[in-house]
Nanobody, 115 residues
Framework: QVQLVESGGGLVQAGGSLRLSCAAS????????MGWGRQAPGKQRERVAT???????YYAGSVKGRFTISRDNAKNTVYLQMSSLKPEDTAVYYC?????????WGQGTQVTVSS
């Protein structure tokens, strides 16, 4: 089992920045990819960014150039640095981890961007 706990959400003005953190615990040796998804009210959850165990990254087109994903394997933590935030980035952000053909999700952290 893998448990994930996010932190760092909040309210920010458009153009501002936030950094989200996600700490993993449990059977962490089995984790390969980690990443972030988000879900806005009335919309489906979408993948935002992924980082592999080798450091390879993926970004959704809507955040490319503004968001940066990173991971610290020594701390079992993945980060999402968000810059140039837009009101349309408002959502609950969820951390996930892929392990043993399963995907575990955190409980989510709210990010609200005001115009």
């Amino acid at each position: 089992q893998v448990q994930l706990v996010e932190s760092g959400g909040g309210l920010v003005q458009a153009g501002g920045s936030l950094r989200l953190s996600c700490a993993a615990s449990g059977t962490i040796s089995s984790i390969n990819n980690m990443g972030w998804g988000r879900q806005a009210p009335g919309k489906q959850r979408e993948r935002v960014a992924t980082i592999g165990s080798d450091g390879a990254t993926y970004y959704a087109g809507s955040v490319k150039g503004r968001f940066t994903i990173s991971r610290d394997n020594a701390k079992n933590t993945v980060y999402l640095q968000m810059s140039s935030l837009k009101p349309e980035d408002t959502a609950v952000y969820y951390c996930y981890a892929d392990h043993l053909n399963l995907r575990s999700w955190g409980q989510g952290t709210q990010v609200t961007v005001s115009s």
